[in-house]
């Protein structure tokens, strides 16, 4: 059976982060969309209804460039001329610290999905596309192969 929520997956944090030179994330509308209650946490039997769950918010976010592969980190450090010369000098990337802060809000949001064995498996991963990458790969051959069973 699957497990019930007895509490809200949320995200609290409003900020606004840009994560593209021209695309600018509101993270209020985020948290408030991460917020709803999720009726299932991933167990070892739920996996497509789970999955439909999540993705939905995901997706509603238009975030899913994050769980797929296409949203990759820019460089961390860019170079930038001196304001009192014209010397080229290396900072921080603001586009990156922006991307990574969004993936690591989506990411942590994602843990709050999982049940704590599930958890387990995946707190190695890195980004919310390693995550959604290790859950797919153990869990959705295990669902193909249920629902042909059960044909």
Not at 90 to 105: A, G, I, R, V, Y
Request: overall charge positive.
């Amino acid at each position: 059976m699957a497990e019930t929520r007895s509490n809200n997956s949320s995200l609290t944090e409003s900020h606004n982060i840009s994560y593209s030179s021209t695309k600018t994330m509101d993270f209020s509308s985020l948290a408030k969309t991460l917020s709803l209650n999720l009726t299932l946490k991933l167990d070892h039997t739920n996996y497509i209804f789970w999955k439909t769950q999540v993705l939905t918010a995901i997706e509603a976010l238009d975030l899913e460039s994050f769980i797929n592969g296409e949203k990759t980190l820019p460089p961390k450090f860019i170079n930038t001329l001196s304001d009192s010369c014209d010397i080229s000098v290396q900072q921080e990337n603001p586009d990156f610290l922006n991307l990574k802060k969004s993936d690591k809000l989506l990411m942590s949001w994602n843990f709050s999905t999982l049940t704590q064995s599930i958890l387990g498996q995946v707190t190695s991963c890195k980004s919310s596309c390693k995550v959604w990458s290790k859950i797919e790969r153990t869990y959705a051959q295990r669902s193909i192969a249920r629902i042909m069973q059960l044909k």
